[in-house]
T-cell receptor, first 115, second 113 residues
Framework: DTAVSQTPKYLVTQMGNDKSIKCEQN?????MYWYKQDSKKFLKIMFS???????INETVPNRFSPKSPDKAHLNLHINSLELGDSAVYFC??????????????FGPGTRLTVT | GNSVTQMEGPVTLSEEAFLTINCTYT??????LFWYVQYPGEGLQLLLK?????DKGSNKGFEATYRKETTSFHLEKGSVQVSDSAVYFC????????????FGTGTRLKVLA
């Protein structure tokens, strides 16, 4: 039974297009995250939601817009895709945002390639 | 600011060799420290953690000790296996209004049979 799932696993698209990546967790966690991992494996947090409320919004272009319809889902929509957006995007969740439950559970990643 | 520095890889070892992957951190306050592992084609998984100074985290034969005096959290394993081949990430969790993770750049380990 998959804990954190993402779709699609691979996404190839052209510059200028708009695309979405979906994430769902069945762990009953309150907090979800989006990370970007570049080609050198550097992992950087982009957003965090706690109970559908945005709590972390790092410096990312406003072409990236997260949406959380409920606490089990956190989707990432990207407008006007650019070559530099090519990366692996990971969704993650944790029990809460207070730090008392430290472990983050990661999805398998979505490899986005912009041509 | 807060940061995590890991040794650059790749690290290539023969099976049963001793492993050390260095990790040092800079942080205000008292962060918690973690090692995550990423196997090929998968997301990160928590390997071990330590929440205060002198704590030792351990799992699957891996160990790391939270050293406040040297601001380090080096990962060690006495005898690596081919199945340990993966990318290892050191991370810290700190609070600045809300809790945030900072991940190191990752160290790729390749174990040869």
């Amino acid at each position: 039974d998959t804990a954190v799932s993402q779709t699609p696993k691979y996404l190839v698209t052209q510059m200028g297009n708009d695309k979405s990546i979906k994430c769902e967790q069945n762990l009953g966690h309150d907090t979800m995250y989006w990370y970007k991992q570049d080609s050198k494996k550097f992992l950087k947090i982009m957003f965090s939601y706690n109970n559908k409320e945005l709590i972390i919004n790092e410096t990312v272009p406003n072409r990236f817009s997260p949406k959380s319809p409920d606490k089990a889902h956190l989707n990432l929509h990207i407008n006007s895709l650019e070559l530099g957006d090519s990366a692996v995007y990971f969704c993650a969740s944790s029990q809460d945002s207070s730090g008392t439950s430290y472990e983050q559970y990661f999805g398998p990643g979505t490899r986005l390639t912009v041509t | 600011g807060n940061s995590v520095t890991q040794m650059e890889g790749p690290v290539t070892l023969s099976e049963e060799a001793f492993l050390t992957i260095n990790c040092t951190y800079t942080a205000t306050g008292y962060p918690s420290l973690f090692w995550y592992v990423q196997y090929p084609g998968e997301g990160l998984q928590l390997l071990l953690k330590a929440t205060k100074a002198d704590d030792k985290g351990s799992n699957k034969g891996f160990e790391a000790t939270y050293r406040k005096e040297t601001t380090s959290f080096h990962l060690e394993k006495g005898s690596v296996q081919v199945s340990d081949s993966a990318v290892y990430f050191c991370a810290l969790l700190y609070t600045s209004g809300t809790y945030k993770y900072i991940f190191g750049t990752g160290t790729r380990l390749k174990v040869l049979a």
